[in-house]
């Protein structure tokens, strides 16, 4: 049993090379017949803020709302065209029951794709309706219906975190307040940078993450408009843990800088060993490593 075997090898470079050359076989990537790729980093946001509410940190990181409802949804309704009955069955959780259900869905309202394994909405009346979106949510929907984990100085920032989904928030004391992913609204997630390159805003080839931070800290007055472009709107947690420890990974558990590596489950599995073969960002030089997906 390789498992075994790992708790059995010793934590050493060595018998770790060795294990891993004796179990496993090592498969070439490929997309759509070319061996090139694109290699992207992630990394933890650290943002100043406050765990309370001032005159300088006044954008909510909320956690999940009390009114969220996560719904599983079976394959066999992911066209998205039929009337589905929800029962509540936890503080954030729900099932289709159509013999039992209170409320009723219209899936067409929902935004499904052919992945989609959950709907996630609220109950209004005898309805249940799709979660607000950001531009709701940053409009107030949320005002009183969701605890409050802390409060950025910089809605750009915070932006940014939705989409890295996890960081840190750094209040004036020195404290750290490590935050992760904890659910999302499941609406899509739309690129503001096409939408501000479609504006004329930027040039399609200046909306990096910095030319659209230098170009919202320039325009204000357009926060509103193009933050709310994109509909994704992530729920957060607070982390126990050292203030040291990385950022909570799909398993659970931190992640390492330089030796963890985001994957799509579809194709590789969570825990897979994966060879790297690149060249430093900065330094040039050969990084060449085994990390894990």
């Given at each position: 049993?390789?498992?075994?075997?790992?708790?059995?090898?010793?934590v050493?470079?060595?018998?770790?090379?060795?294990?891993?050359?004796?179990?496993?076989?090592?498969?070439?990537?490929?997309?759509?017949?070319s061996?090139?790729?694109?290699?992207?980093?992630?990394?933890?946001?650290?943002?100043?803020?406050?765990?309370?509410?001032?005159?300088?940190?006044?954008?909510p990181?909320?956690?999940?709302?009390d009114?969220?409802?996560?719904?599983?949804?079976?394959?066999?309704?992911?066209s998205?065209?039929?009337l589905?009955?929800?029962?509540?069955?936890?503080?954030?959780?729900?099932?289709?029951?159509?013999?039992?259900g209170?409320?009723?869905?219209?899936?067409?309202r929902?935004?499904?794709?052919?992945?989609?394994?959950?709907?996630?909405?609220?109950?209004?009346?005898?309805?249940?309706?799709?979660?607000?979106?950001?531009?709701?949510?940053?409009?107030?929907?949320?005002?009183?219906?969701?605890?409050?984990?802390g409060?950025?100085?910089?809605?750009?920032?915070?932006?940014?975190?939705?989409?890295?989904?996890?960081?840190?928030?750094?209040?004036?004391?020195?404290?750290?307040?490590?935050?992760?992913?904890?659910?999302?609204?499941?609406?899509?997630y739309?690129?503001?940078?096409?939408?501000?390159?479609?504006?004329?805003?930027?040039?399609?080839?200046q909306?990096?993450?910095?030319?659209?931070?230098?170009?919202?800290?320039?325009?204000p007055?357009?926060?509103?408009?193009?933050?709310?472009?994109?509909?994704?709107?992530?729920?957060f947690?607070?982390?126990?843990?050292?203030?040291?420890?990385?950022?909570v990974?799909?398993?659970g558990?931190?992640?390492?800088g330089?030796?963890?590596?985001?994957?799509?489950?579809?194709?590789?599995?969570?825990?897979?060993?994966?060879?790297?073969?690149?060249?430093h960002?900065?330094?040039?030089?050969?990084?060449?490593?085994?990390?894990?997906?």
């Amino acid at each position: 049993d390789v498992c075994a075997q790992a708790f059995q090898t010793p934590v050493h470079s060595f018998q770790a090379k060795q294990f891993f050359e004796r179990y496993f076989t090592p498969w070439q990537v490929a997309g759509n017949g070319s061996l090139a790729g694109t290699v992207t980093g992630y990394y933890e946001p650290v943002l100043k803020g406050d765990d309370r509410r001032t005159a300088q940190a006044r954008f909510p990181i909320y956690g999940i709302p009390d009114d969220f409802i996560s719904v599983p949804l079976p394959a066999g309704l992911r066209s998205g065209k039929a009337l589905v009955r929800i029962r509540q069955t936890g503080k954030n959780s729900g099932t289709i029951d159509n013999t039992g259900g209170t409320h009723t869905a219209d899936l067409s309202r929902f935004p499904i794709t052919a992945r989609t394994t959950a709907i996630k909405g609220r109950f209004e009346g005898s309805r249940f309706l799709p979660y607000h979106t950001r531009n709701q949510i940053n409009g107030g929907a949320l005002d009183g219906k969701a605890p409050i984990l802390g409060y950025a100085e910089d809605p750009v920032e915070l932006f940014f975190m939705h989409i890295q989904g996890s960081g840190r928030l750094k209040t004036p004391s020195g404290k750290y307040i490590r935050i992760g992913y904890a659910d999302k609204n499941e609406h899509p997630y739309v690129s503001i940078g096409r939408y501000m390159a479609d504006k004329g805003y930027l040039k399609l080839g200046q909306t990096s993450m910095q030319g659209i931070k230098s170009y919202m800290r320039q325009n204000p007055q357009r926060l509103a408009e193009v933050l709310g472009q994109n509909p994704s709107y992530i729920f957060f947690r607070e982390l126990a843990g050292s203030s040291n420890d990385g950022p909570v990974g799909a398993l659970g558990t931190p992640l390492m800088g330089e030796y963890a590596g985001a994957v799509d489950r579809h194709y590789i599995t969570l825990g897979a060993p994966l060879f790297v073969a690149t060249a430093h960002p900065v330094t040039r030089k050969a990084l060449n490593r085994l990390i894990m997906a």
